[in-house]
């Protein structure tokens, strides 16, 4: 047996050095890149993208947000509107090379999905508006879904599946639906792709929605049924920044609100009450660490 050879500890030392300043020098030259995927969900007046990057850059971390609607600045001319506000959980979309398209040449180190319209998602007895949708099986929400995941895994980049909190009328259904993204979630980590599994980041917002509905009131959270008002942009954006980075959001100072897209660069933002941004950091921290899903 050979003789092991005698490690230097300075030589090992000098060696952490110059990789932590290569990994800090790599950081600071390349942004991590988000690519958020859906309409209004994220870009509706203003988006959720303008908080999560706040909490970022108060965190000293770069990231960029990428949507792939037509319009804004960070426009990929793809519009899901275009599909009848279909969601990415439908074959016809999960499908489509155009979208896979923007997956694959971004080069983006997250991506972030979400399977909404609980009328696709909860069995076809369940007591819904007339409106709701054809009820999809869950095989073929798996199937759709893990169209994109694979495609997300095989570019390099890694899936964020966001729980959305769905219409503020089906209230009564946010435990169910949450419970088919949880096995939604499972599928797409038992997926092998390339040999492996690879882990799934879920955001469980619907339930921080329904904690904050029931201290705000659905007119102090909501917008109209299906969006949320700028507080609640606000708390999305908090929480998608503690899933992909793993900070705790209360030591962000971060309170601006979103700004609606038509608002001049210059005007001043409104920020948050301290009270409301301490007990939505806290909301946002309890699920993360306790792993909430």
Same mark, same amino acid.
């Given at each position: 047996?050979?003789?092991?050879?005698?490690?230097?500890?300075?030589?090992?030392?000098?060696?952490?050095?110059?990789?932590?300043?290569? #990994?800090?020098?790599?950081?600071?030259?390349?942004?991590?890149? *988000?690519?958020?995927?859906?309409?209004?969900?994220?870009?509706?007046? /203003?988006?959720? %993208?303008?908080?999560?990057?706040?909490?970022?850059?108060?965190?000293?971390?770069?990231?960029?947000?990428? #949507?792939?609607?037509?319009?804004?600045?960070?426009?990929?001319?793809?519009?899901?509107?275009?599909?009848?506000?279909?969601?990415?959980?439908?074959?016809? *979309?999960?499908?489509?090379?155009?979208?896979?398209?923007?997956?694959?040449?971004?080069?983006?180190?997250?991506?972030? *999905?979400?399977?909404?319209?609980?009328?696709?998602?909860? $069995?076809?007895?369940?007591?819904?508006?007339?409106?709701? /949708?054809? %009820?999809?099986?869950?095989?073929?929400?798996?199937?759709?879904?893990?169209?994109? %995941?694979?495609?997300?895994?095989?570019? /390099?980049?890694?899936?964020?599946?966001?729980?959305?909190? /769905?219409?503020?009328?089906?209230?009564?259904?946010?435990?169910?639906?949450?419970?088919?993204?949880?096995?939604? %979630?499972?599928?797409?980590?038992?997926?092998?792709?390339?040999?492996?599994?690879?882990?799934?980041?879920? +955001?469980?917002?619907?339930?921080?929605?329904?904690?904050?509905?029931?201290?705000?009131?659905?007119?102090?959270?909501?917008?109209? $049924?299906?969006?949320?008002?700028?507080?609640?942009?606000?708390? #999305?954006?908090?929480?998608?920044?503690?899933?992909?980075?793993?900070?705790?959001?209360?030591?962000?100072?971060?309170?601006?609100?979103?700004?609606?897209?038509?608002?001049?660069?210059?005007?001043?933002?409104? +920020? +948050?009450?301290?009270?409301?941004?301490?007990?939505?950091?806290?909301? +946002?921290?309890?699920?993360?660490?306790?792993?909430?899903?």
């Amino acid at each position: 047996m050979g003789k092991m050879e005698k490690k230097n500890p300075v030589r090992i030392f000098m060696v952490g050095i110059g990789l932590s300043i290569a #990994s800090v020098f790599c950081d600071a030259q390349s942004p991590k890149r *988000v690519l958020f995927l859906g309409n209004s969900v994220w870009d509706y007046e /203003g988006g959720v %993208h303008q908080p999560f990057l706040g909490f970022c850059d108060a965190a000293g971390l770069e990231f960029r947000a990428i #949507s792939q609607m037509r319009s804004r600045e960070n426009a990929h001319g793809v519009e899901f509107l275009d599909y009848g506000r279909i969601p990415l959980n439908l074959p016809e *979309v999960a499908g489509d090379e155009e979208i896979l398209s923007i997956v694959r040449t971004g080069d983006y180190d997250y991506v972030i *999905v979400e399977a909404r319209r609980s009328g696709y998602l909860l $069995p076809a007895w369940a007591d819904l508006p007339k409106d709701r /949708g054809s %009820h999809i099986p869950f095989d073929r929400n798996l199937e759709a879904l893990g169209k994109i %995941h694979r495609t997300i895994v095989e570019s /390099g980049a890694q899936t964020v599946l966001y729980v959305h909190p /769905g219409l503020h009328t089906l209230e009564r259904y946010r435990l169910p639906v949450a419970q088919i993204y949880a096995q939604l %979630h499972s599928g797409l980590e038992e997926m092998e792709i390339g040999g492996s599994r690879h882990e799934v980041i879920l +955001v469980p917002a619907s339930f921080l929605w329904g904690d904050a509905v029931k201290k705000y009131g659905v007119e102090g959270w909501y917008a109209n $049924p299906g969006h949320g008002n700028a507080l609640a942009r606000f708390a #999305s954006g908090c929480m998608l920044y503690t899933y992909l980075t793993g900070r705790d959001p209360r030591e962000n100072d971060f309170r601006a609100l979103p700004q609606n897209w038509d608002t001049r660069a210059e005007s001043p933002a409104a +920020v +948050v009450s301290e009270e409301d941004a301490e007990w939505i950091k806290r909301q +946002v921290w309890l699920y993360y660490s306790t792993g909430r899903n």
